[in-house]
């Protein structure tokens, strides 16, 4: 038995008071993942955006907004844990500056400065040891050459590649790679069933080898 971390959701960062960025994440492909360890016989920690989903209640759930916010509560819930599953879909970018008060309309046009947040599953990767990666790589184009360079730049051991139609979906397509490029496995279908195909992976190629 292993203690598997997921991350899950979107993530928010706020321009004002009322007002953020976000995407579509809808947490079913985090709250599958979630499912399909739980019945292995895995721990399973769920650090999860803001969601509408209702996670296993086997599964411990840390509920967090923003970016920062899940790379904080990730980290912390990583040092206890075997392995990670990084299915979150959290910002890439935050304001610069984020307004004490909701933004005024003026009818003038408004000019957003961002940058980059820090990447999740590659800041967990990279001191992650004797533990597992499994990163998500969800791409509108090259898909799978794509998901291998993200594999690589993240220092995971596995990727899960698939495409923006993912988005709060009940179903998903999606190929499972090693870092040598090669397709583990393929899935199509609702996410329970290919999240199941994807722990079979994992349960194979990660867990039982590093319980060896």
């Not at 895995?42 to 920062?68: L, M, N, R």
């Not at 799978?144 to 051991?157: L, T």
């Not at 199941?196 to 992976?201: C, P, Y």
Request: proline share 5%; hydrophobic share 45%; aromatic share 4%.
């Amino acid at each position: 038995m292993s203690r598997i971390l997921i991350t899950s959701g979107p993530t928010r960062q706020h321009i004002d008071p009322v007002r953020y960025l976000t995407n579509a994440s809808s947490g079913r492909m985090g709250a599958a993942l979630a499912e399909a360890a739980l019945a292995l016989g895995h721990d399973v920690t769920i650090v999860s955006g803001p969601v509408q989903v209702a996670y296993p209640a086997a599964a411990k759930v840390v509920p967090v907004i923003s970016t920062e916010e899940m790379l904080a509560a990730a980290k912390r819930e990583f040092a206890e844990c075997d392995g990670l599953i990084g299915a979150a879909a959290p910002c890439d970018y935050r304001p610069v500056q984020v307004a004490d008060h909701k933004i005024a309309k003026t009818g003038a046009p408004l000019v957003l400065e961002l940058l980059e947040t820090d990447d999740i599953v590659a800041t967990l990767a990279a001191d992650k040891g004797d533990r597992w990666v499994v990163g998500f790589a969800l791409e509108s184009e090259d898909h799978r050459f794509r998901a291998i360079v993200k594999m690589q730049r993240k220092h995971c051991d596995l990727m899960v590649s698939n495409g923006v139609e993912a988005m709060h979906a009940a179903e998903n397509s999606v190929e499972v790679l090693d870092p040598a490029g090669e397709v583990l496995a393929t899935a199509v279908g609702p996410k329970t069933d290919v999240a199941r195909t994807i722990l079979a992976v994992i349960q194979r190629q990660l867990v039982e080898r590093s319980a060896k």
